[in-house]
C-alpha cells in the first residue's frame, strides 16, 4: 500500500474530529505527467522498442514478443495469468506509463508480489449499457469542456478498442397472457390443487394464451403442441426469415414471438433517447463497437463473438486481454484469457489510453481432483469452489485452476466457476488453456495457430475433491449463504424464526401458519410463507451454460409428460444471455417444454437479474402485504440482494436452471424434495424430483448432438446485423453532442463545469455525518439499478418533468442522467441507517434534527456549506460495479467515508471521484471508538502531500485509522479531484 500511514483522529471537548494524513511525496511524478498527453506515445517502429530483441516470427510472417529469448529462469516459474501481464508490458513499454523496472518486477513476481505497483494495458475495453452510458456521457461532456479551451474535439477518443454491448435494458412487460394472442376457443379453468405442481394430464395445445389453470395442464390455450407420445420431440418451430428480431440471429424463432416482440418494441420505445445516444457514440467516436440491443447478455457476447484468445494488429499477434465495467468480466477467464471487472471511471481511464494500475497480486492455485458427482451440475461445482475460497481469504488475489479434475469441467463450466469469481472476492479466476479449451474453439472455428503451451508453477494451492460437491442453492438474501437443497425446508423454517438479520425474517410463532386466499384469472389460489412468485431462469452466469440449459429443459420435458405444470400467478420467465439458447435449446426440441410450464423466451438481456422485473398480479401483491407473508423468488443468476427482484419478495434465492424448474413447479421453496412430491400424474402417483432429473449422461450426450461448430459460424455471420428497429433510429452526426435540455435520459454531467488548473485538496472543516451504515453496504444500497419507487427523490424530479410513472424505467437506465443519479444515491428501501433506526432512505439533518430523504437533507447541507462524510462498517462497497456507487455521493457532497473495510474496487472507485476511503484500525470500530456519528468531523490536509508531513491537532481522546492509497495513480486522481478532471487537464 503506497500511503498506509496511521492517521490519526484526535476528539477535543468540543466534540470535533481532527484527522492527521501522512502522505508519500508525488510532486515530481505529478508534474511529469502532466506534461504529456493522455494517450500511449508507442515507439515510432518495432526496431526502436526497447525489447526488440524479443521479436519473433512465426511460420506466416506475424511477428510477437518472445519472453523466452530473455533467457531468464524466473520467467519459466511464473504462473500462466502473470505471463499475459508480463507479455503486454513487454509490448507496450514505453519507458514512461510502462517502463523497463515494470518489466523486471513482472519477472520477480515471487518477490515483488503484494509490494510492486505494476500497471496493465489491457487490449480492449468491454461496457454493458448500465455503467457504459455514463462513461460515454463523460466523454462526450470532456469533448464539450475541451471545446471551451479550444482544444480538437476529435482527439477525444477511446485509444483503447471499446465493445458496448447494450444488454440491461430488457425488461419484462409481456409473459404469458400479455405475451402472446388469446385462443377463439374456451378454456377450462383447473381446480385449486393441494399438492403442489399436481394438474390435470393433458398438455397445452393450439392458439398460445395461458388460461388460468397450471401451465402445462391446459387443454386448449397454449404456445406448443404436445409431443405424439411419451419421449418423441415436438414438432420444431418454423423459420421466421426477415421478420423483427426473435431470436437476435434470425434462427429458430421462439415459440411465443409475440412476448419477445412486444417486450423488445418496449425497450426499444421506452429507451429511445438512451440509444440514439449509443448510435452517436458508435458513429462520432472512433474504436467504439456498440452492439445493439437485444442480442444477448455482455458476458455472453463477449464469450461468443469478442473474444480473440489472441489478437493480429499491424502485422503482431499478441494475447487477447480485457478489463470490463462489470466485476463478472472474470467469465472470460474460463477460455484462458486473462480479464477482469473495474469501475466505470477506471475503465475511461484505459479506454483514453492510460493503463490499470494494480499491486503485483498474488498467484492462488485451486486443485482439483476426483470425479463429479452424477446429479451435481457446474453451479453446485461453482457454489462449492466459492465456499472454500471465500474461507480461504484470498480477496484481491488471482485464482488458478489446475489438476486432473480440470479435464471434466467444459469450456461453458469454467466460464460459470469463472463468472462467480467476485463471490470470493478474488481478482481472476483463471482457467489457462488446453486440450478441452482447444477442442471448444475447433468446434467456433478458432484458429489455433498461435496457441502455445505454458508452464505454470504456483507455490500455494488449496485442493478439493469434485464428487464431495452437492446441489446447493444460495439465499435467502445473500449469494454466500449457501444451503444445502437437502436441507432447504429445516433452513428456511428457521430463517423464519430468527431475528432480522442476514437470513431472518423473525416472524412471531402465531402467524408461521399464516394462509391468505387470492383470485387469480378467476381461480382461487393462497399463498403462504415460502410461496414461490418469481421464477427466473437468467443471467450470464449459467443461463448460457448448454449443460444446465439442456438440463433444465429435459427436466421440463419429464415433468409435462408425467402432467405436472405450474401455477398461473408465479411470474416465470426466461432470458437467455444469447440466440445461441435459444437455437439449441429448439434444436434438441425441449424449448416447447419450457414454454408449456411458462418459461418462455422475453427476450435477450439481463432484465431481473438486473431487477428489472414486471410488476406482480395485484391479487398476488396484496395477499404478500396483507398476511406480510415471506415470499419467495428463485432465480439463476449471479446476485439476489435483499428487495432487488421485487419490493414485497422478502426471500430471494439463486439457484441452478434445473432447480428454478423444480422449485417453479412446487410453487414453494418450503419443500423436501427427498420426502415430499413435486405434484401428481394422472393416475394419482406422486411425482418426485428424482422422478423427473436429468442424468449427466443424457445432458452430455445431447449437449453433442445440439451445441455444435454451426450455431457459432452462424451467430458470428449474423451478429452485426441487429434488427431493423435499431438500422431505422436516426441519431445525430456531430462531434460534439447536443445535449437536449428536456431530456431525462441523457444530461450533461457537472464535472467539468469548474476544469481549472489543480488544486491541493481541501481541507474538511467541520463536517458532519450524512449516514452512520452498519456492514455490508452493497452498491445496490448506494445506487440501486433497479425500478425508481414512486415515493422516492427521483421520482420527484421525473414527476416534476411530467413523466408518469409508467414512463420512470429503471435507475440502470438513467445513468446518462446526473439530477436522476444523485437522487437515487442511497435510495434503496434496505439501507439501514443507524440514525433512523430501520431501512429505508432516510437520515438525520444533525443541525436540525428533521428526519429527510437522503438527498434532501444532502442538498441542504451543501445549501448551508457543510462538507460530509460517511460511517460505515466492514465491506462497505461490496458488489457489482458501479461508477455511480462514487459519482453519487460525490456529487452528494460526501468528501470521504470512514469503515471498517472496502471492497478493493470500489475503494479505487471513491479515490477516482475525489472520495478519501478511510478505515479504522484492525479491532476497532465505531462503537469501539463510542462515536454517535453526530460530532463534527475535521480533516486537515497539507497543501503539499509529501512523506511525514507533521500536523498539530488539539488535544483530546485519539484514535488512529488507515488511509487507503494504494498506488501513485490513485494519489494523483485525489490530488485532481478525480480521474476525469485529471483525464482532461492533459489535454489542455
Partial sequence: ????????????????????????????????????????????????????????????????????????????????SIRVLLEAAIRKCDGFYVKEEDVQNYLDWQEQQNVAEVPFPPSRVLLQDFTGIPAMVDLAAMRD?????????????????????????????????????????????????????????????????????????????????????????????????????????????????????????????????????????????????????????VHQVNLEHLCRVVHVSDGLVYP?????????????????????????????????????????????????????????????????????????????????????????????????????????????????????????????????????????????????????FIPYVSGPKRPQDRVAVSDMKVDFHSCLKEKVGFKGFHV????????????????????????????????????????????????????????????????????????????????????????????????????????????????????????????????????????????????????????VVAYAIAGTVDIDFEKEPLGKCACGKEVFLRDVWPSREEVQQMEEDTVVSSIFQELNSRMEKGNALWSNLECPETAVFPWDQKSTYIRQPAFFHKLVKVQPPRSIEHAHALLFLGNKVTTDHISPAGSISRVSAAAKYLLSKRLTPREFNSYGARRGNDAVMTRGTFASIKLMNRFIGKSGPKTLHIPS????????????????????????????????????????????????????????LHQTQLLGMGILPLSFLPGQTADSLELSGKEKFSISLPEELALGHALTTSEGKSFGVTALIDSEMDLIYYRHGGLLPYVARTMI
Avoid at 510477437?64 to 529462469?73: E, G, R, S, V
Avoid at 378454456?187 to 394464451?209: D, E, F, L
Avoid at 391446459?218 to 418451430?237: I, L
Avoid at 432487488?644 to 432447480?659: E, G, I, K, Q, W
Fill in 1 to 80: 500500500m503506497l500511503c498506509s500511514s496511521i492517521v490519526v483522529i484526535l476528539i477535543n471537548v468540543v466534540g470535533y474530529l481532527h484527522v492527521k494524513l501522512l502522505y508519500w511525496s508525488t510532486v515530481g511524478y505529478q508534474k511529469s505527467i502532466m506534461s504529456r498527453s493522455s494517450t500511449y506515445q508507442y515507439y515510432l517502429s518495432l526496431t526502436e522498442h526497447p525489447y526488440s530483441h524479443l521479436i519473433d516470427t512465426l511460420n506466416d510472417g506475424v511477428k510477437f514478443f518472445n519472453p523466452q529469448k530473455l533467457n531468464d529462469p524466473r520467467y519459466g516459474k511464473l504462473p500462466l
Fill in 145 to 297: 469542456a475541451l471545446v471551451k479551451h479550444g482544444v480538437d474535439p476529435y482527439r477525444v477518443n477511446p485509444v483503447c478498442p471499446t465493445d458496448l454491448i447494450v444488454d440491461h435494458s430488457l425488461q419484462i412487460d409481456f409473459s404469458k397472457c400479455q405475451g402472446a394472442p388469446r385462443s377463439s376457443s374456451s378454456s377450462t379453468p383447473a381446480p385449486v390443487s393441494s399438492a403442489p405442481g399436481s394438474g390435470p394430464r393433458q398438455p397445452p395445445r393450439g392458439g398460445g394464451a395461458h388460461c388460468g389453470a397450471a401451465r402445462g395442464s391446459c387443454g386448449k390455450g397454449s404456445c406448443s403442441d404436445p409431443p405424439a407420445s411419451p419421449g418423441k420431440h415436438p414438432p420444431a418451430v418454423q423459420q421466421i426469415e426477415n421478420s423483427p428480431l426473435l431470436c437476435p440471429f434470425h434462427l429458430q424463432p421462439v415459440s411465443e414471438p409475440e412476448t419477445a416482440l412486444k417486450s423488445q418494441e418496449m425497450e426499444l420505445i421506452r429507451n429511445k433517447e438512451r440509444l440514439q445516444f449509443f448510435k452517436w457514440c458508435s458513429k462520432a467516436f472512433q474504436n467504439v463497437n456498440v452492439v445493439p440491443p437485444d442480442v444477448g447478455a
Fill in 320 to 468: 487477447d486481454s480485457v478489463v470490463g465495467t462489470d466485476s463478472h468480466t472474470t467469465m472470460i477467464n474460463g477460455l484462458g484469457v486473462l480479464g477482469w471487472g473495474v469501475g466505470g471511471i477506471e475503465a475511461e481511464a484505459v479506454m483514453l489510453g492510460q493503463p490499470v494500475a494494480l499491486t503485483l497480486p498474488q498467484v492462488v492455485g485451486c486443485k482439483l481432483e476426483g470425479s463429479i458427482n452424477p446429479l451435481t451440475t457446474s453451479i453446485d461445482v461453482v457454489l462449492g469452489i466459492t465456499k472454500h475460497l471465500r474461507q480461504a481469504n484470498i480477496a484481491g488475489r488471482f485464482v488458478e485452476f489446475f489438476g486432473p479434475g480440470v479435464s471434466q469441467l467444459s469450456v461453458p463450466d469454467r466460464t460459470t466457476i469463472a463468472n462467480m469469481c467476485p463471490e470470493y472476492n478474488a481478482t481472476v479466476s483463471f482457467f489457462p488453456i488446453d486440450q478441452v479449451t482447444l477442442k471448444h474453439f475447433n468446434k467456433t472455428s478458432e484458429s489455433q495457430r498461435d496457441f502455445q503451451r505454458y508452464r505454470c508453477a504456483v507455490s500455494l494451492y488449496r485442493q478439493h475433491t469434485l464428487y464431495s
Fill in 508 to 659: 412471531a410463532p402465531d402467524r408461521l401458519q399464516t394462509q391468505v386466499p387470492f383470485q387469480h384469472a378467476g381461480q382461487e389460489y393462497q399463498l403462504a410463507h415460502g410461496s414461490l412468485v418469481i421464477a427466473a431462469v437468467i443471467s450470464c452466469t449459467n443461463n448460457c451454460n448448454p449443460s444446465v440449459m439442456l438440463a433444465a429443459g429435459l427436466l421440463a420435458k419429464k415433468a409435462v409428460e408425467a402432467g405436472l405444470g405450474v401455477k398461473p400467478y408465479i411470474r416465470t420467465s426466461l432470458a437467455p444471455g444469447t440466440g445461441m439458447v435459444t437455437q439449441y435449446l429448439n434444436t434438441s426440441g425441449v424449448l416447447p417444454f419450457l414454454s408449456q410450464l411458462g418459461f418462455e423466451v422475453i427476450g435477450y438481456g439481463c432484465a431481473t437479474c438486473v431487477g428489472n422485473t414486471a410488476p406482480l398480479p395485484e391479487g398476488v401483491a396484496d395477499a404478500i402485504k396483507q398476511g406480510n407473508l415471506v415470499a419467495c423468488g428463485v432465480l439463476s443468476g449471479n446476485r439476489h440482494f435483499e428487495g432487488r427482484l421485487f419490493n414485497c419478495v422478502s426471500a430471494n434465492y439463486l439457484a441452478s436452471p434445473p432447480l
Fill in 849 to 904: 434534527g428533521q428526519t429527510l430523504d437522503v438527498f434532501e437533507a444532502a442538498e441542504r447541507y451543501q445549501r448551508e456549506g457543510i462538507p460530509l462524510i460517511i460511517l460505515a462498517g466492514k465491506d462497505y462497497g461490496s458488489g457489482s460495479s458501479r461508477d455511480w456507487v462514487a459519482k453519487g455521493p460525490c456529487l452528494l457532497g460526501v468528501r470521504a467515508i470512514i469503515a471498517e473495510s472496502f471492497q478493493k
